[in-house]
């Protein structure tokens, strides 16, 4: 009387919406966003792996250039036509991107891939981890003229402490 039902081509009405719901889309946005953490994550830490790998071979300046190099290249067809939109923007703060390059890039990894020829990849990842606030602290304070609580420093002294006595071999006394 109402003719044949055929189950493969039932639908849910979900299924049909041109639109993604935003459960879906918060869900899909969630997993984009740990995945690229973890591949940052591992991009990074391979940066340490690769530098204690090849200490010998290449040197440390050459090393920061060409990586940096191939890195500029595979970014570069993603960021042109962003950099067009702000290109603006960009050339009014290239003071800012200049000191950033210079010193959270070129001398940050170039450091990294010396302090290779003398030590492990994992001393290397906890230098480069823990250096990083020291360098932002002592900057802040050359460039913008930055104090630091009484509190701030104690805390920094303990932490930097902890830091160090963590590279060196021996006993803690």
């Known amino acids: 009387m109402f003719g044949e039902c055929r189950f493969d081509s039932l639908r849910l009405a979900s299924d049909i919406t041109p639109f993604p719901t935003i459960n879906n889309l918060s869900k899909r946005n969630t997993i984009i966003g740990i995945t690229l953490a973890v591949l940052a994550t ?3 830490s391979g940066n340490f792996i690769v530098a204690r790998g090849v200490y010998k071979e290449i040197p440390p300046v050459s090393l920061a250039f060409y990586r940096w190099l191939i890195a500029s290249l595979i970014i570069f067809p ?3 036509r962003r950099f067009k939109i702000e290109k603006k923007i960009v050339l009014q703060n290239r003071k800012y ?3 950033a390059a210079l010193t959270g890039v070129t001398l940050f990894n170039t450091f990294v891939y010396i302090g290779a020829h003398y030590t492990t990849a994992i001393n290397l990842a906890l230098i480069g981890t823990t250096s990083s606030p020291i360098m932002a602290v002592i900057l802040a304070r050359i460039f913008l003229k930055e104090k630091l609580s009484s509190f701030e420093n104690c805390r920094h002294v303990i932490l930097y402490r902890r830091d ?4 060196i ?3 803690f006394c």
């Not at 160090?164 to 590279?167: G, I, K, L, M, Q």
């Open 164 to 167: 160090y006595f963590s590279f």
């Open 169 to 171: 071999p021996g006993e």
């Open 42 to 44: 591992l991009i990074w």
């Open 97 to 99: 991107f200049f000191w």
């Open 78 to 80: 993603f960021a042109y």
